[in-house]
Structures are given as structure tokens and as C-alpha cells.
């Protein structure tokens, strides 16, 4: 009898422990935390952050930095209210890569009031820690970067830790093809994608 009365305690605490065991995780399942809503990028007014690249010794644009610029216009143009940025320091015969971006752009029909030049930078680094304050003091709602396909992961890690909301990249392929098509790819998907 002793032995069927401890079976049968035995045989109780048992259901006892598996109701409670489903019962718990039912009950943490009830009321699931809400999910974090996805954080949706304001295009409203978008500061156009076009970076520098070295200049040749006398002072002249290397295609990079030209083809940067020509994409950079090609953003501005899609965005008629954002400010083009250009930085970049690092003066080769008197002339600094921003002053040269800034004539490029007013060549090509930009007017001067819309362009905020950065001239001291010297790095991408500073790239980052001058322009983005410039970004905003005007007032922006974010920033659209331009670059190159080999330079794109590195500045963009640089924006984001300088405090840049960074709304998308667009970089102009100048490496590797098989990169550059990757590249596209992530430059397609970067409106979308949240880089902090």
C-alpha cells in the first residue's frame, strides 16, 4: 500500500510539474513584448555629402573625384531642396579638393548659394566630423552620402560614428567588377536599410 500511495504522489507531481511547466510558458507568451516599430527615413530635406579625393600636383580633379561629383549632381537633382556638401581639404598648388568640387558643380549649372564647402578636412574622418555639424546647422533632415564603391564601408562606419542620421550611399563603382556589382547592390537597398 506504501508503495502504491508513494507511485501515486509520485505519478501526481509529475502532472503537476508538466501542467505548470506548459502553463508557464503560456502565460510569458500571453502578452508578448511589441516589437520595435521600423524607424522610417525622412527624405523631406537631405544634406548631399559629396567626399573629397586627392588632387593631382597641380591642383587639377582626378576622374574618382569628378565622377563623385557628377553623381553627387545627379542626387541633388532628384532633391532640389537639399544642400550639396563638398569636403575635403588636402590643397594640391593652392587649390583644396572642396574649392574644385564647388567649381565643378557651379560649371555644371549648381548655384553657389546651395553649395556648403568643407575645405578643412584632411581625412574621411574628419570628412565625417566637419560635415556632419554643417549637415545640421542646415537644418537637414539627414544625409545622403557620395563616394566610391572601395571607399563606401569605411565612410559610412565614419558618418554613423561622427552622429550622421545616414539616410542612404550612393557610391560610383571604381574597384573590382565583381565588388562593384555588390556594391550596386547594397547602394540600391541602402534607402531601406538602417546603418547604426
Not at 89 to 94: H, K, L, S
Not at 124 to 135: G, I, K, Y
Not at 170 to 184: A, E, I, K, M, R
Request: glycine share 8%; charged share 15%; net charge positive.
Amino acid at each position: 500500500m506504501r508503495r502504491r500511495w508513494k507511485a501515486a504522489c509520485g505519478a501526481l507531481l509529475l502532472v503537476i510539474a508538466a501542467l505548470f511547466g506548459e502553463l508557464v510558458p503560456a502565460a510569458a507568451q500571453a502578452d508578448p513584448a511589441p516589437a520595435p516599430a521600423p524607424v522610417a527615413k525622412d527624405f523631406s530635406k537631405p544634406a548631399v555629402v559629396i567626399l573629397g579625393y586627392g588632387l593631382l600636383p597641380d591642383g587639377s580633379m582626378r576622374m574618382i573625384l569628378r565622377r563623385r561629383v557628377l553623381t553627387g549632381l545627379v542626387v541633388a537633382q532628384m532633391y532640389p531642396q537639399a544642400p550639396i556638401i563638398v569636403t575635403g581639404g588636402n590643397p594640391q598648388n593652392g587649390v583644396t579638393e572642396a574649392a574644385q568640387m564647388r567649381r565643378m558643380l557651379m560649371l555644371l549649372g549648381v548655384p553657389d548659394s546651395r553649395i556648403i564647402v568643407e575645405d578643412r578636412a584632411n581625412s574621411t574622418v574628419q570628412n565625417a566630423q566637419f560635415s556632419v555639424p554643417l549637415a545640421k546647422q542646415a537644418g537637414t533632415s539627414g544625409i545622403i552620402l557620395v563616394t566610391s564603391s572601395t571607399h563606401q564601408d569605411r565612410a559610412d562606419g565614419d558618418f554613423v560614428d561622427a552622429g550622421a542620421n545616414l539616410l542612404a550611399t550612393l557610391s560610383y563603382p571604381d574597384g573590382n567588377p565583381t565588388l562593384d556589382v555588390t556594391q550596386f547592390a547594397r547602394d540600391a537597398l541602402s534607402p531601406f536599410t538602417n546603418f547604426g
